[in-house]
């Protein structure tokens, strides 16, 4: 039902930095120099893919796997602010939850795409005033924003409406009350108190 627990596919030069335990120059050197590839976004942003990063980890003897697959910025796009809220705490208690934000209408989760840099959205269908299958679809089809993760939520739902948003690109639909224990199946996650 669900695909297996979900791997980043490309890091930020801070992040990378950070991992390697080098200054963003070297960074910057490694790649002229073809030691590390990087890949450039539309907006002129240098991208690092998380295969090459492990790559080069191994290579200087790092272990860095774990924190690789697991480390992700969410965002949670849901009118119900008191729903949006409870889920922003739960969420956030989960080791490889890095940061956790929320957008109450289209112009914020807009925003937040282009500035936060979520890697997993979690898309309410039901927002007013936005069109949630559009939104899906205009993610996964940018190039920027095609590897984020959309995982959809809605109540009431349709069966056509959960099929077409996983046609578009979302991996699964819940109902509404959100299954907790499944949406930390279908993210990968564990308490932090484990």
């Avoid at 490694?30 to 976004?41: D, F, M, V």
């Avoid at 795409?113 to 997993?120: A, E, L, N, R, S």
Wanted: net charge positive; with cysteine.
């Amino acid at each position: 039902m669900y695909r297996k627990p979900w791997k980043r596919h490309y890091l930020s030069p801070g992040e990378t930095a950070e991992i390697l335990k080098v200054t963003p120059a070297s960074l910057r050197g490694w790649t002229r120099k073809g030691i590390l590839r990087a890949e450039t976004t539309r907006g002129g942003h240098r991208r690092f893919p998380v295969s090459e990063v492990i790559r080069l980890a191994r290579i200087k003897g790092l272990d860095v796997e774990s924190s690789l697959l697991m480390s992700f910025r969410l965002l949670i796009i849901d009118s119900d602010i008191e729903s949006c809220m409870a889920l922003q705490k739960s969420l956030s208690s989960f080791a490889g939850v890095s940061k956790v934000r929320v957008a109450h209408d289209g112009f914020t989760a807009g925003c937040l795409v282009t500035q936060f840099h979520p890697d997993v959205i979690l898309l309410d269908l039901n927002v007013p005033g936005i069109d949630s299958a559009q939104i899906c679809s205009f993610i996964k089809r940018d190039h920027q924003t095609k590897f984020i993760r959309v995982i959809a939520m809605c109540r009431n739902c349709s069966k056509k409406l959960q099929k077409q948003i996983v046609n578009l690109g979302a991996e699964v639909c819940f109902s509404k009350p959100l299954p907790l224990n499944s949406l930390k199946q279908a993210l990968g996650l564990e308490d932090l108190d484990d």
